[in-house]
Protein backbone atom coordinates (compact mmCIF):
# COMPACT_ATOMS: atom_id res chain seq x y z
CA UNK A 1 0.00 0.00 0.00
CA UNK A 2 1.31 3.46 -0.68
CA UNK A 3 -0.14 6.72 0.65
CA UNK A 4 0.80 10.12 -1.26
CA UNK A 5 0.56 13.59 -0.36
CA UNK A 6 1.10 16.52 -2.20
CA UNK A 7 1.83 19.85 -1.11
CA UNK A 8 3.23 22.94 -2.34
CA UNK A 9 0.39 24.33 -4.86
CA UNK A 10 -0.85 28.41 -4.11
CA UNK A 11 -1.53 31.21 -6.08
CA UNK A 12 0.70 32.62 -8.22
CA UNK A 13 1.15 35.30 -11.12
CA UNK A 14 1.85 33.98 -14.77
CA UNK A 15 5.04 33.73 -15.45
CA UNK A 16 6.38 32.55 -12.25
CA UNK A 17 6.91 29.20 -10.36
CA UNK A 18 5.91 26.92 -8.09
CA UNK A 19 7.24 23.77 -6.74
CA UNK A 20 5.20 20.89 -6.03
CA UNK A 21 6.18 18.04 -3.70
CA UNK A 22 4.69 14.37 -3.50
CA UNK A 23 5.53 12.58 0.24
CA UNK A 24 4.95 9.24 -0.24
CA UNK A 25 5.30 5.82 2.29
CA UNK A 26 5.17 2.09 1.76
CA UNK A 27 7.92 0.25 1.44
CA UNK A 28 7.69 -0.70 -2.56
CA UNK A 29 7.84 3.38 -3.43
CA UNK A 30 11.32 2.98 -4.91
CA UNK A 31 10.08 0.49 -7.61
CA UNK A 32 6.94 2.20 -8.60
CA UNK A 33 6.67 4.42 -11.45
CA UNK A 34 5.18 7.96 -10.39
CA UNK A 35 3.39 11.06 -11.97
CA UNK A 36 1.36 14.18 -11.84
CA UNK A 37 -1.98 15.05 -13.16
CA UNK A 38 -3.92 17.67 -13.42
CA UNK A 39 -7.90 18.43 -13.50
CA UNK A 40 -9.17 22.27 -14.23
CA UNK A 41 -12.61 22.89 -13.17
CA UNK A 42 -15.30 21.15 -16.01
CA UNK A 43 -12.47 19.37 -17.80
CA UNK A 44 -11.36 15.73 -17.46
CA UNK A 45 -8.28 15.33 -15.18
CA UNK A 46 -5.04 14.87 -17.19
CA UNK A 47 -1.62 13.82 -17.51
CA UNK A 48 1.04 16.15 -17.06
CA UNK A 49 4.16 14.26 -16.29
CA UNK A 50 5.53 11.31 -15.61
CA UNK A 51 8.92 9.19 -14.22
CA UNK A 52 10.29 5.78 -13.93
CA UNK A 53 11.32 3.86 -11.26
CA UNK A 54 14.54 4.68 -11.83
CA UNK A 55 14.53 7.96 -12.51
CA UNK A 56 16.05 7.78 -15.63
CA UNK A 57 13.35 8.49 -17.87
CA UNK A 58 10.77 11.01 -18.05
CA UNK A 59 7.85 11.95 -19.92
CA UNK A 60 5.56 15.08 -20.24
CA UNK A 61 2.68 16.47 -22.05
CA UNK A 62 3.05 18.65 -25.49
CA UNK A 63 1.55 21.71 -23.11
CA UNK A 64 4.19 21.65 -20.50
CA UNK A 65 7.51 20.58 -22.28
CA UNK A 66 10.36 22.75 -21.46
CA UNK A 67 8.54 24.37 -18.51
CA UNK A 68 8.41 21.49 -16.02
CA UNK A 69 10.25 19.39 -15.11
CA UNK A 70 9.66 16.16 -12.76
CA UNK A 71 12.13 14.41 -10.45
CA UNK A 72 12.16 12.38 -7.54
CA UNK A 73 14.24 11.45 -4.53
CA UNK A 74 13.82 7.91 -3.90
CA UNK A 75 16.11 8.23 -0.56
CA UNK A 76 13.41 10.68 0.44
CA UNK A 77 10.69 9.23 -1.00
CA UNK A 78 9.48 12.44 -2.58
CA UNK A 79 8.68 13.25 -6.05
CA UNK A 80 8.96 16.78 -7.10
CA UNK A 81 7.23 18.74 -10.19
CA UNK A 82 9.18 22.03 -10.81
CA UNK A 83 6.65 24.56 -12.90
CA UNK A 84 8.04 27.24 -14.34
CA UNK A 85 6.92 29.99 -16.52
CA UNK A 86 3.37 29.05 -15.54
CA UNK A 87 0.45 30.43 -17.73
CA UNK A 88 -3.17 30.75 -16.50
CA UNK A 89 -4.34 27.73 -18.46
CA UNK A 90 -2.28 25.94 -15.90
CA UNK A 91 -4.59 26.87 -13.22
CA UNK A 92 -6.33 23.11 -11.70
CA UNK A 93 -5.61 20.74 -9.09
CA UNK A 94 -2.77 18.70 -8.90
CA UNK A 95 -2.58 14.97 -8.62
CA UNK A 96 0.39 12.64 -7.12
CA UNK A 97 -0.02 9.06 -8.79
CA UNK A 98 1.63 5.76 -8.20
CA UNK A 99 2.00 3.09 -11.05
CA UNK A 100 2.67 -0.08 -9.45
CA UNK A 101 2.83 -2.13 -13.23
CA UNK A 102 5.18 -0.53 -15.88
CA UNK A 103 2.86 1.11 -18.53
CA UNK A 104 0.14 -0.13 -16.12
CA UNK A 105 -2.45 2.19 -14.75
CA UNK A 106 -1.71 4.59 -12.18
CA UNK A 107 -2.78 2.98 -8.47
CA UNK A 108 -2.10 5.08 -6.31
CA UNK A 109 -3.53 9.14 -5.83
CA UNK A 110 -2.85 11.67 -3.60
CA UNK A 111 -5.77 14.45 -2.15
CA UNK A 112 -4.68 17.28 -4.80
CA UNK A 113 -3.23 20.24 -4.43
CA UNK A 114 -4.52 23.84 -6.04
CA UNK A 115 -2.60 25.96 -8.29
CA UNK A 116 -3.86 29.16 -9.24
CA UNK A 117 -2.41 31.00 -11.69
CA UNK A 118 -3.35 34.91 -12.66
CA UNK A 119 -2.90 36.98 -15.67
Known amino acids: QVQLVESGGGLVQAGGSLRLSCAAS????????MGWFRQAPGKEREFVAG????????YYTDSVKGRFTISRDKAKKMVYLQMNSLKPEDTAVYYC????????????WGQGTQVTVSS
Open 51 to 58: ISWSGGNT
Open 97 to 108: AAQVIRYGPYNY
Open 26 to 33: GRTFSSYG
